[in-house]
């Protein structure tokens, strides 16, 4: 997506280095595996962004005119045009709403990243009625890609379909008394223990000390404690082990100003990757905050498909400090105000890898600071102490 082997490796670098990623990869819980489909997906619909644009691309060198009305102005169906990418999308969203239904909001996202992406394509190509030819054309496909999902997503119930003891297996005989068909009635029973779920989760309002607002999660608010111990074998008279689903305070305290600035830098370059990074982490976020009116019980790992995409919200920005918008080569060749200092773009480039540098360096220390705390170390209780930094909130 940024055509940059260093920010692709900046973004990979930053993951490796949160707390969140890390406590969650090492415990057995399913937010981790919700991260990575949804992240998954996300990668497969920009390689069929890529491979749509190729394969226009390739008609147009071989005579193909976009301006022509009907099939003379598309390129030419066949084994290329089939997008395969786009339904690997559909496989990955369905298998992250197996592992938890909150992947479910990323389906009609992609389904309109990809028909918007289609439109602008025939726009910029020259197509007389983008936004209709795109629908016409990428209908079919987009709907291929939901169906593909909702199939993924029943094939992980293949173990409860193969057995006649699961749960609400046989309800309509069983509870109702009712004759069950073939296939449909298996089916039937499935809709009502998913009905039975979606009751039991829409109501839940337990309280817990470790639950959380949606709006406290990029801000740390309360974190979760997963392991304590106070055995006192740190060599010191008062020890304390813990282990606290904790982001790395200097990654995520950056993420609220680096999605204003993927607004922002989106809005002046119209930059199309932040919106696509705006809508992924919108998705994994937005969806949670209507249930804080009903005080449903919810936690902070409940961000971790969006994690990634907030992520890739702070490398964005970095990257748009250190480069120059490509709007033209004048624009690039001339200097620019830049935080209302005159820059070169050699100048701007070198005075925004030392920033992007020194902001990774920060992340860097910080995780190696917070590192017991994810591990489970044992410490000397003033120095577990000294790293709660938000006081009651993070105990």
């Known amino acids: 997506m940024f055509k940059s082997t260093a920010l692709g490796a900046t973004a990979g670098l930053l993951m490796a280095l949160d707390g969140f990623q890390l406590v969650l990869s090492r415990t057995a819980i399913l937010d981790i595996f919700v991260l990575f489909f949804a992240l998954a997906a996300f990668g497969c619909l920009l390689l069929d962004r890529d491979s749509r644009r190729r394969r226009w691309l390739t008609a147009m060198e071989n005579g193909l005119d976009p301006s022509r009305p009907g099939k003379a102005g598309r390129p030419p169906f066949g084994w290329a045009a089939v997008p395969w990418w786009r339904l690997a999308t559909g496989v990955m969203l369905g298998a992250g709403c197996a592992v938890k239904w909150s992947v479910v909001w990323y389906i009609p996202v992609f389904v309109l990243l990809a028909y918007f992406w289609e439109a602008r394509l025939r726009k910029t190509v020259g197509v007389v009625h983008p936004w209709r030819d795109a629908l016409l054309d990428e209908a079919g496909w987009l709907v291929l890609m939901v169906v593909l999902a909702f199939g993924t997503y029943l094939a992980s119930w293949t173990g409860w379909f193969a057995t006649d003891d699961g749960w609400k297996r046989h309800y309509l005989r069983d ?9 449909i009635g298996a089916l039937q029973n499935l809709l009502a223990y998913h009905k039975e779920m979606l009751s039991f989760h829409d109501g839940l309002s337990s309280p817990h000390p470790y639950q ?53 830098f989106g809005i002046a370059r119209r930059d199309w990757r932040a919106w696509a990074i705006l809508a992924g982490a919108g998705a994994g976020i937005l969806p949670w905050f209507p249930y ?22 702070v490398v964005y920005v970095l990257g748009c400090l250190i480069s120059s918008p490509a709007a033209s080569l004048v624009g690039r060749a001339r200097s620019r105000l830049y935080l209302g200092i005159t820059l070169s773009p050699d100048e701007r480039k070198l005075y925004g890898t030392v920033v992007a540098a020194a902001f990774v360096l920060l992340v860097a220390l910080c995780f190696w600071y917070y590192y017991p705390l994810y591990v489970g170390n044992s410490i000397p209780n003033q120095d577990w102490a000294n790293r709660l930094l938000l006081g009651d909130r993070w105990r």
Do not use: K
């Open 175 to 183: 509870q109702l008394g009712q004759h069950e068909y073939p296939v």
């Open 212 to 264: 959380s607002w949606p709006w406290q999660w990029l801000i740390l608010g309360r974190p979760v404690a997963f392991y304590w111990s106070g055995d006192p074998i740190c060599g010191a008279p008062s020890c304390a082990a813990e282990i606290v689903l904790l982001g790395t305070p200097a990654l995520w305290w950056a993420f609220l100003p680096a999605l204003a600035g993927t607004i922002w």
């Open 292 to 313: 804080e009116l009903s005080n449903r019980t919810m936690f902070y790992f409940y961000a971790s498909p969006a994690e990634p995409f907030l992520i890739l919200a």
